[in-house]
């Protein structure tokens, strides 16, 4: 029966990814569809062949894995839900203009100290620990800095993917400390150990951000576009006139003060994300637009991205709930163990290392950390490699992954923020993504952290 589950467990990954890739049906529709004919296939069989659960249970058990994964991501459906019309709302009034104007008074058409900055604001917004947070605080703000200078918004992404996986590693973050409870361990003990590698990580996020600097640079970014930024780097006064109805320039320093005190609530977690969301999006509406009819003026304009982005989280949530809970997860994985010859054995924690990234992006954190690693471990035990090795080769490959997998609600924040589908920020980002990974694995060995 393991094989059989492994085999419906690799067709709904490669499926699902192939659809996701091709961008041809929406991911809520592939995300929900693809997962349960299958769930409810491999249930049928697993019923047909003798298993726990009678024939006539198979579908409301298969409903049950879907309500379970669900669960799971409700509270980040709600928050991404808010928080697209929280900073959409922000955008109209055109709080974000005035760090945009400093940004490019400073840096001018300097293509290159924008994606270096792109990437010390995300590193510096990924304090926290949250990957939600880390895009609020960084795409909003330098997405309109983007457009003004001609450039990519896959550089965008690609730049805050980068930081953020890397700075991900502290200890009130969510993967160190998945990866901590498996080793039964201290997470911040577990961090020190990791920090010479994030050293590393740093620094190659800096050098990619140098490296696409220069690539927008040949392709013609920094050249004032649309007539929207002078030579000297100040704004056009031409604004579209629905644009300026909509601008508070009196109260930037209320909208600015919102946001502030939202992002340090955040922070200190001094109460749900998204219910701190909830208030700061009605205070900013009855202070903004005190009228109802621009209040939901402005919630409708922005209504679709937030229910888009909120739906496919929900979705993903099915996915995962199925995967796991029809045992398909594990058996995938033990098969994947199986294929390691027994004179790679002593090599097993390096090969997930390498492939941790791929593996977590279509898995997700909680069933990579608390599903695919102890089986790891117990593998890799057996063939004389420590658990703490395995844990740090498996946990360095993945991390990087954090904002490309359909798993993640920041991938989905992100992508409705700039407005890009999800198979193409994929296509460009992976291949720089895959590499800070495999950079940041080799330097733990090299380092002596991971022993081979």
Request: proline share 3%; net charge neutral; glycine share 10%.
């Amino acid at each position: 029966m393991n094989a059989i589950l492994a085999v419906f467990g690799f067709a709904l990954i490669i499926i699902t990814m192939i659809l996701l890739m091709k961008g041809k049906i929406s991911p809520v529709v592939v995300l929900i569809s693809i997962p349960t004919v299958i769930g409810l296939l491999v249930s049928y069989v697993a019923a047909f062949m003798g298993g726990e659960v009678p024939v006539g249970q198979v579908f409301r058990t298969v409903t049950d894995f879907i309500k379970t994964g669900v669960g799971t991501t409700m509270n980040n459906a709600v928050l991404l839900m808010f928080s697209v019309l929280f900073f959409g709302v922000m955008s109209d009034v055109g709080v974000f203009d005035v760090i945009v104007d400093a940004l490019l008074k400073k840096a001018g058409n300097n293509v290159v100290a924008i994606t270096v900055a792109t990437s010390v604001i995300a590193v510096i917004g990924h304090l926290d620990g949250a990957t939600v947070t880390t895009v609020l605080i960084t795409i909003p703000a330098l997405y309109p800095i983007y457009k003004r200078l001609n450039m990519r918004t896959h550089t965008l992404l690609a730049l805050t993917a980068a930081s953020m996986g890397v700075m991900n590693l502290v200890p009130w973050g969510g993967p160190t400390v998945r990866a901590a409870t498996v080793l039964e361990m201290d997470a911040n003990e577990l961090w020190m150990s990791l920090i010479p590698i994030q050293a590393v990580g740093l620094v190659c996020s800096i050098g990619l951000a140098v490296i696409l600097g220069l690539a927008e640079k040949k392709r013609g970014a920094g050249l004032a576009s649309a007539g929207s930024i002078q030579a000297d780097g100040t704004k056009d006064e031409n604004v579209d006139s629905k644009r300026q109805e909509l601008l508070r320039p009196n109260l930037v320093w209320f909208n600015g003060l919102l946001i502030l005190v939202l992002i340090v609530s955040l922070v200190f977690d001094i109460a749900q994300s998204y219910v701190l969301f909830m208030m700061a999006l009605a205070l900013a509406l009855i202070v903004n637009y005190p009228s109802m009819k621009m209040q939901d003026s402005r919630i409708k304009s922005h209504a679709a991205g937030a229910i888009l982005i909120s739906a496919t989280m929900l979705a993903a949530g099915a996915f995962v709930g199925i995967l796991d809970g029809t045992g398909m997860l594990e058996a995938m994985t033990n098969v994947l163990l199986s294929l390691i010859p027994d004179f790679l054995g002593k090599y097993v924690h390096i090969i997930f290392g390498l492939i941790g990234l791929p593996l977590g992006m279509v898995t997700g954190t909680d069933a990579y950390f608390y599903g695919i690693m102890p089986l790891v471990i117990g593998v890799g035990e057996s063939y004389g490699v420590t658990g703490i090795n395995t844990a740090l080769a498996m946990l360095l490959g993945k991390n990087v992954s954090l904002m490309i997998s359909p798993m993640v609600p920041a991938t989905f924040l992100a992508l409705g923020f700039v407005d890009l589908d999800l198979k193409d920020h994929i296509k460009f980002s992976f291949k720089y993504l895959y590499i800070i990974s495999v950079i940041m694995v080799f330097s733990g060995v090299l380092l002596g952290l991971i022993a081979i």
